[in-house]
């Protein structure tokens, strides 16, 4: 069975996001995400609010955003996999993570792709997602 949501305090943004209780509430919504190839020759799948992708070496990137944010008080969260058998591996934010530690800016993030052993590894398939005011 079909169901809907009904409901008066939707309201569409810019560009047709929506916003729910007007734009008063747009920090509840993600300010930015990313999907991509971090092997080889990085590249974007798909993405919100990032102009590019640099490629700092084995497993640490940094992700670019197109409009900043208003602060560097922002938090990330995000997943790592590979087409290859690998287990056991996460993402690390710039801002806590080894030699990137406080290296975020209102626009760029430091990620890492890490195995469980904390070194880094390029992987096929990195998604990450920016929440801030």
């Given at each position: 069975?079909?169901?809907?949501?009904?409901?008066?305090?939707?309201?569409?943004?810019?560009?047709?996001?929506?916003?729910?209780?007007?734009?008063?509430?747009?920090?509840?919504?993600?300010?930015?995400?990313?999907?991509?190839?971090?092997t080889?020759?990085?590249?974007?799948?798909?993405?919100?609010?990032?102009?590019?992708?640099?490629?700092?070496?084995?497993?640490?990137?940094?992700?670019?955003?197109?409009?900043?944010?208003?602060?560097?008080?922002?938090?990330?969260?995000?997943?790592?996999?590979?087409?290859?058998?690998?287990?056991?591996m996460?993402?690390?934010?710039?801002?806590?993570?080894?030699?990137?530690?406080?290296?975020?800016?209102?626009?760029?993030?430091?990620?890492?792709?890490?195995?469980?052993s904390?070194?880094?590894?390029?992987?096929?398939?990195?998604?990450?997602?920016?929440?801030?005011?």
């Open positions: 069975m079909a169901s809907n949501v009904v409901s008066d305090n939707f309201e569409t943004g810019s560009g047709g996001v929506p916003q729910l209780g007007g734009a008063d509430r747009q920090t509840q919504w993600c300010k930015a995400w990313v999907n991509f190839n971090g080889g020759t990085v590249a974007i799948r798909d993405s919100y609010n990032v102009s590019s992708i640099t490629d700092n070496g084995t497993g640490n990137y940094t992700v670019n955003f197109t409009t900043a944010f208003a602060d560097v008080n922002y938090s990330m969260s995000g997943s790592v996999g590979s087409t290859d058998a690998v287990s056991g996460w993402l690390g934010s710039g801002s806590n993570v080894g030699a990137f530690y406080n290296n975020d800016t209102v626009s760029s993030s430091k990620v890492q792709a890490l195995f469980a904390g070194n880094t590894a390029d992987t096929t398939h990195i998604k990450a997602m920016f929440f801030s005011n």
